[in-house]
C-alpha cells in the first residue's frame, strides 16, 4: 500500500446498455507511480477510453478494485469522487471540450469555482497559466476564435487550475495539426518535468514517444508494458497531498448566477417567452388585488357617507323578504309618530321609491321618484342647493311639490335656466319644483343618486305609487345614543304595532360587515385565478428548464469532469429557473402597478395599492421557481458524467 500511487487490480469493465452486455476492459492489472509519464496505445475501440475514465473518477469498473493512494476509490462517495477529478486528477479531451461561452479565461477558470477560490485569485492564476502556455495575447477570446492548439493549451490550463498532479490526456494531439501537437507534447514533456503524472492515450507511436513507459491496450486486456528512458529526472516529484475535505455548501452561488444570467441572455427570446407566464401571474395578482381594494375601499366609505348613525327598518323578515313582497301592510304612516317617540330616536322618516317618467316641456326622462318626509336632507346630511325642501305642513297638506336632483336640473334645465317655480309632469300630475338638492354622487352599485325627485310621501303614495305602505323606513340615532338599545327599542315597538315580525332592522355595521365579506370573496377568487396563472407559468418553466438540460448535458458533463460535485450541477440550474421566476416576478411587479394605475387612469376607478399582494405574489413566483425548477434541476444533477460527455 505504502509507495503504489494508482493502484488497478483485475479491472473490468462491461457495457449493458443496449442489449448484449459487451466487456470491453478485461481483468486490467496496473500500477502507477507518482511521477510517470506512460502513454497507454491501442487500435480505436480497444478500451483504451474506458480505462482512462476509470481512471480519473468518472467511471466506475464493474469488477476488480482501484486503490488511490491506498483509499479503495469503491468506498468513496459521490462528493469524494468529485474532490478527486477537481483537485487531483486534470482531464484534456481530444475535442477540448471547453464551454464555448466563456472565454479563456473563463473556461481555464472553471475547476477553481468549485473549490471556492475567489474571483480575483482565480482569475490571476488562470491567467498566469495561460501566459505560460503562450497565450498572453488570447485570454478573452472564445474557443471558437481559437485555433485547436491554442484551444488545447487553454484545456491543459484548466487541468493545471487546481494543481493537476495527475494529468489524463485522451488523444490530446488528435485534433489538431502537427505543430500544434507537437507544442502540445512539449507543454506536457515539461510538465512532466515539474513533476506532474501524465498519462496520455493515442494510437500514434511518435506521440507515444514522448513518454517514459508504454502500455498496450488490444481488445481490452494489457498485452505489453515497457519501460523506455529509465532516467527518469523524478526528484521533484508534486507532492502528493491527501485527500481534501469537501467543502460543504455553496461556494459557487456567485457562479451560479453568472452562468444563469449568460445562458438567460443567450436565449433572450425563450427567457422572455417562459417568462411570461410568471409575468402574467404576477401581475394579475398586483392589479387586480389594487382594483379589489380600491372598489372595497370605495364601497366602504361611500357606505360611511351614508352615516354610521342610521337605521334601516325593512318590509319582510331577512329570510323572507321576497315572499312577503306585496301583500305585506306595514308601515303605515301611523307607524311614523310611535317610531319617533321611541328614546334614542332624532327623526325617521320613510323611504319608496319607483322609476317614473318625468316630463318639463317637450322633454321626458326616467327619474327615481322618492315619497319621503321632509327630514330627508338632516337623516342623510344631504343639503339642498337652491330653493327648499318641502316641510311638514306640505307633507300634511298633500301638496304636489318637488325637489329635484342635479342631474334631473342639468338636463331638463340646461344652460342655468331657473327650475324654481316650474311645472314638471310626474305620471301626468303636475308638481311646482321648490328645491334643488346638491350632487351626491353615485351609490356603490353605479347608479346615479342625482337622477331623482323627491316628494312629500302624502303625495306620492296617493299620485304616484297608488299605496300608502312605504317601502322602509330611515331612522336617524341621536348622538351618543346606543344604537343596539335603540334597535332593541325599535324592534319591541313594531313587534307590539303589527303583532308579528313582518320587518327587520338594520343597522349601517351590518351593511358594513356584509359588503366587506362579499368584497373578500370577491378578493379571494381573483387571487385564485392568479394562483392559477403562476402554476400554469411554472410548468412553462419547468418545460422550458428540461429542454435547457437537455441542450447542455456536455456542459454538466464537463463541469463533472472536472469537479462539480452534484450538488453544484442541481444549484446550476436551480439558480437558472428561479431567476427567471426573479426577474419575472420584478417584471410582473412593475407591469402590475402600471396596469393599475392605467386602468385608473382610464376608467376613472380607484386603485389602492398595498404590500401584501406584491410580497405574496412575488414570493409565490420564487417558490414557483424552486419548486418547478428543481426537477430539471436533479435531472441534469443525476446525469451519469460519462454518458453526459459523450453526447453531441
Ligand atoms: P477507445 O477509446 O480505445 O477507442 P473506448 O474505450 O472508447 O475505446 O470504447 C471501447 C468499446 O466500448 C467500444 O467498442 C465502444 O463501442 C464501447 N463503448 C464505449 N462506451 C460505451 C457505452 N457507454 N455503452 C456501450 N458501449 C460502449
Ligand atoms: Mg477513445
Known amino acids: 500500500m505504502s509507495s503504489s500511487f494508482l493502484e488497478l487490480n483485475a479491472i473490468s469493465r462491461t457495457y449493458t446498455s443496449g442489449g448484449e452486455p459487451l466487456t470491453v476492459l478485461k481483468e486490467v492489472s496496473l500500477v502507477i507511480q507518482s511521477g510517470e509519464f506512460m502513454a497507454i496505445m491501442g487500435a480505436s475501440g480497444s478500451g483504451k477510453s474506458t480505462l482512462m475514465n476509470i481512471i480519473g473518477c468518472l467511471d466506475k469498473p464493474s469488477n476488480g478494485t482501484y486503490f488511490i493512494r491506498g483509499v479503495e476509490v469503491a468506498r468513496l462517495n459521490g462528493d469524494e469522487l468529485a474532490a478527486l477529478r477537481r483537485d487531483t486528477f486534470g482531464f484534456i479531451f481530444q475535442r477540448y471540450n471547453l464551454m464555448p461561452d466563456l472565454s479563456a479565461v473563463e473556461n481555464a477558470e472553471v475547476p477553481a469555482v468549485y473549490c471556492g477560490m475567489s474571483k480575483t485569485n482565480r482569475e490571476k492564476h488562470a491567467s498566469d497559466l495561460l501566459q505560460e502556455l503562450g497565450l498572453s495575447h488570447r485570454l478573452n477570446h472564445y474557443p471558437s476564435q481559437l485555433s485547436g492548439g491554442q484551444q488545447q493549451r487553454v484545456s491543459i490550463a484548466r487541468a493545471l487550475m487546481n494543481g493537476g498532479p495527475v494529468i489524463l490526456a485522451d488523444e490530446p494531439t488528435g485534433a489538431i495539426d502537427s505543430q500544434g501537437g507537437k507544442e502540445v507534447m512539449n507543454i506536457l514533456k515539461n510538465l512532466h518535468g515539474q513533476g506532474h503524472t501524465i498519462i496520455l492515450v493515442t494510437h500514434d507511436s511518435d506521440i507515444a514517444a514522448y513518454a517514459n513507459r508504454i502500455v498496450r491496450i488490444t481488445d481490452g486486456r494489457i498485452v505489453a508494458d515497457e519501460q ?16 481534501k475535505k469537501v467543502k460543504p455548501g455553496v461556494a459557487v452561488l456567485g457562479e451560479s448566477l453568472k452562468m444563469a444570467i449568460r445562458s438567460l441572455v443567450h436565449n433572450r427570446m425563450r427567457t422572455a417567452l417562459t417568462m411570461l407566464g410568471i409575468i402574467i401571474g404576477v401581475a394579475s395578482v398586483v392589479t387586480l388585488m ?72 317637450n322633454q321626458d326622462m326616467m327619474v327615481t321618484v322618492v315619497g319621503t318626509g321632509e327630514d330627508f336632507p338632516q337623516v342623510h346630511d344631504w343639503p339642498t342647493q337652491s330653493g327648499v ?140 385565478i392568479a394562483v392559477i396563472s403562476l402554476v400554469v407559468g411554472g410548468i412553462g418553466v419547468m418545460n422550458i428548464m428540461l429542454v435547457s438540460v437537455t441542450e447542455r448535458t456536455r456542459e454538466i458533463g464537463i463541469r463533472m469532469a472536472i469537479g462539480a460535485r452534484r450538488f453544484d450541477v442541481l444549484f446550476q440550474f436551480l439558480t437558472e429557473a428561479v431567476m427567471v421566476c426573479f426577474i419575472g416576478g420584478i417584471a410582473g411587479v412593475v407591469i402590475g402597478i402600471s396596469g393599475g394605475l392605467f386602468t385608473s387612469a382610464i376608467s376613472g376607478w380607484r386603485v389602492i395599492f398595498t404590500v401584501t399582494p406584491v410580497v405574496i405574489s412575488f414570493a409565490c413566483a420564487f417558490l414557483t421557481g424552486i419548486i418547478f425548477g428543481y426537477i430539471p434541476a436533479r435531472k441534469a444533477a443525476q446525469l451519469d458524467p460519462i454518458e453526459a460527455l459523450s453526447r453531441e
Do not use: C
Not at 375601499?297 to 306585496?326: C, Y
Open 228 to 243: 523506455h528512458q529509465k532516467e527518469d529526472s523524478g526528484q521533484h516529484e508534486k507532492s502528493v497531498e491527501t485527500l
Open 290 to 361: 389594487a382594483i379589489g381594494n380600491g372598489a372595497k375601499q370605495d364601497v366602504l366609505e361611500r357606505i360611511q357617507a351614508m352615516g354610521t348613525d342610521l337605521l334601516t327598518i325593512e318590509r319582510g323578515t331577512r329570510s323572507s323578504q321576497h315572499v312577503s313582497g306585496g301583500t305585506v301592510t306595514s308601515f303605515l304612516p301611523e307607524d311614523l309618530p310611535s317610531i319617533d317617540s321611541v328614546p334614542g330616536v332624532a327623526m325617521a322618516i320613510p323611504e319608496t321609491e319607483l322609476s317614473s317618467l318625468l316630463r318639463f316641456g
Open 389 to 528: 325642501f318641502f316641510t311638514a305642513e306640505h307633507v300634511k297638506r298633500y301638496a304636489q311639490v318637488v325637489t329635484l336632483g342635479q342631474t334631473v336640473t342639468k338636463n331638463l334645465f340646461p344652460n342655468g335656466s331657473n327650475p324654481l317655480g316650474q311645472y314638471v309632469l310626474i305620471n301626468n300630475a303636475p308638481f311646482m319644483v321648490i328645491g334643488v338638492q346638491s350632487s351626491k354622487g353615485s351609490t356603490s352599485r353605479g347608479d346615479d343618486r342625482d337622477n331623482a325627485a323627491w316628494l312629500p310621501y302624502t303625495t306620492a303614495g296617493a299620485r304616484i305609487f297608488g299605496q300608502r305602505f312605504f317601502r322602509h323606513i330611515i331612522v336617524r340615532v341621536k348622538p351618543g345614543a346606543d344604537m343596539s338599545v335603540v334597535q332593541a327599542g325599535l324592534h319591541t315597538l313594531l313587534i307590539d304595532r303589527h303583532g308579528k315580525e313582518d320587518f327587520n332592522i338594520r343597522n349601517m355595521a351590518d351593511t358594513i360587515a356584509t359588503a366587506n365579506e362579499t368584497q373578500n370573496t370577491l378578493t379571494y377568487l381573483l387571487a385564485s
